[in-house]
DNA sequence: TTCCAGACTTGCGTTAGCGCAAACTCGGCG
DNA sequence: CGCCGAGTTTGCGCTAACGCAAGTCTGGAA
């Protein structure tokens, strides 16, 4: 760990109020790698060796059911902090890390967990605080599942990817990363056939734009208004 | 804090290695308090002026939406800790937390949080454990709602009840608090009219008994097919 | 003991969304 | 430059589950 940025990963969410010398001190027992896209970070049910912290690019957490279901839990920007199975009581990872994009992350060998946690209680407060975040946010999607139809879910989807990772084209808001209409499926508990007729239909609303892999949202607007389920406006 | 059985309470996962004497010093911060059944221990978007630790019967978490839906996010039983809302990064509950019988809790207030965290770290991470358990659960129940079916999803509800908290009776496991069909529907993302034909026809089948805000499970095995997708044996 | 409200049951029509299947599109590789 | 296959679109029939409505049951209050 010499040649990376300090004045980027100083301003992470997970190194909040740590000195720089604490910062130092948890930086150089860490490696960096590079994740080309499509690769893993860690897979679903691995022992958990290893943290990490991605400093670059975009994962996507996935979890695959015995019966072969696979379902987008999240999808993870620059700064999250992942595979910190400990913290939620286990000894190896619940879920897969793909890179969605070439990702950069550093990592950290498990075995420095509890050491770290211990001596900077700051970085362990705010690893925490990351885990409430994904459970307020599950929590959210449960009720969503439970309550609205599909096109809400899948509206809401979409703004949301577009807020945490969407990009300002010519267009519109570029979801920045590529995307299937199998990946939205997996993300609201849909089929690949329904998301695509919504999009669709969308596409006829000029709502969005989208192609192969790409999704583009015009009337951001108007897309909420969908995703709140006042289909007219 | 006085009249407490420390016994029980030393061996609630929230205290797991903490020492006799950091117990008391925790305890004698904390009141004791009565909830009759089906009174708030808290409600949702209340300033989160306390925290709580459920020493005796069971909670049911409940989020209301916008449009007045209501979800039930869990059931908690004796020894959970509820309420800790700066734990995810919160000043406001969440969730309304309802007794679903009359319940005994500790309660602290919330001002004493970061100072019992800092100053006991093996209790802060068993409350941050108690989150991570949560987040796994919350998690399996996205999956649950996105790939199972109706029935499968009352099924595994009521085998989660019965195993939480069900209690042996005469005629099998019964759920040892008053729940109605709307509870159920409301555990899983559907409607009490859909959980009252689902019961039926499992009564017929002899894998339950049930009644007014009552439910006996007679056949578990039967029942764990049946939430698997496997309706004949 | 009677009455009542809240819990539950059940029939019936409707529909959102699934599953299958067939066709199309397009980016990249040979 | 043409082919190939993954990603996508779209039509069609089907069904799980909802929503409504009209009951029945039951435990506790009066």
């Not at 490696?31 to 690019?57: H, T």
């Not at 199975?85 to 879920?95: C, K, S, W």
């Not at 808001?173 to 329904?194: N, Y």
Request: hydrophobic share 45%.
């Amino acid at each position: 760990m010499a040649r990376i940025d300090r004045s980027l990963i100083a301003h992470m969410d997970v190194f909040a109020g740590l000195s720089p010398d604490d910062l130092d001190v948890i930086l150089e027992r860490a490696n960096s790698s590079r994740i080309p896209k499509y690769k893993p970070v860690f897979e679903q049910e691995a022992e958990a060796s290893r943290f990490f912290l991605l400093l670059d690019g975009t994962v996507r957490v996935v979890q695959t059911t015995k019966d072969g279901h696979q379902i987008i839990a999240r999808y993870l920007g620059t700064g999250s902090i992942i595979g910190i199975a400990p913290a939620i009581g286990r000894t190896t990872y619940p879920a897969s890390a793909i890179a969605a994009v070439d990702c950069v992350v550093l990592c950290w060998p498990m075995a420095l967990w509890p050491e770290l946690t211990a001596r900077f209680p700051l970085f362990a407060a705010n690893s925490y605080k990351a885990v409430g975040a994904r459970l307020q946010e599950t929590q959210e999607r449960v009720i969503e599942l439970s309550v609205a139809q599909v096109e809400q879910r899948v509206a809401n989807a979409v703004l949301r990817l577009v807020r945490q990772i969407g990009r300002k084209s010519e267009d519109g808001l570029l979801i920045d990363f590529p995307i299937s209409r199998q990946d939205i499926a997996e993300m609201t508990g849909t089929t690949l056939h329904t998301v695509s007729r919504l999009l669709s239909s969308w596409e006829d609303l000029g709502v969005i734009k989208s192609g192969r892999q790409k999704v583009t949202v015009t009337d951001p607007h108007r897309l909420m208004l969908i995703s709140e389920g006042k289909k007219d406006g």
